[in-house]
Nanobody, 125 residues
Framework: QVQLVESGGGLVQAGGSLRLSCAAS????????MGWFRQAPGKEREFVAV??????????YYADSVKGRFTISRDNAKNTLNLQMNSLKPDDTAVYYC????????????????WGQGTQVTVSS
């Protein structure tokens, strides 16, 4: 059983930056593809970014809406997942969740077996 705990959310002005972290425990972190998702009020949970770990290194993939602004990274030695968010926009306001799956590079929420409790990100205009 994998446990995930997010941190780093908060209130920031448009154009600002935040760094989210997700601490994992209870499993072999490097075995899992790790993703970030977000859910705004009244909307479905949506994919943000994903990072898989292979023998040749990490492979990342981003939603078009965050490409070039957000950077996902993982530290397998520390069992930690990060999301660096720059040039934030009001549309980025949501609860952000980290999640783990054994499926490679999945962008679908239902493919993920383990979820954190979420951290609120609010971007003011």
């Amino acid at each position: 059983q994998v446990q995930l705990v997010e941190s780093g959310g908060g209130l920031v002005q448009a154009g600002g930056s935040l760094r989210l972290s997700c601490a994992a425990s209870g499993g072999t972190f490097s075995d899992y593809t790790m993703g970030w998702f977000r859910q705004a009020p009244g909307k479905e949970r949506e994919f943000v970014a994903v990072v898989a770990f292979t023998w040749s290194g990490s492979i990342t993939y981003y939603a078009d809406s965050v490409k070039g602004r957000f950077t996902i990274s993982r530290d397998n030695a520390k069992n930690t997942l990060n999301l660096q968010m720059n040039s934030l926009k009001p549309d980025d306001t949501a609860v952000y969740y980290c999640a783990a799956t054994r499926m490679f590079q999945s962008t679908t929420p239902r493919a993920y077996d383990y979820w954190g409790q979420g951290t609120q990100v609010t971007v003011s205009s």
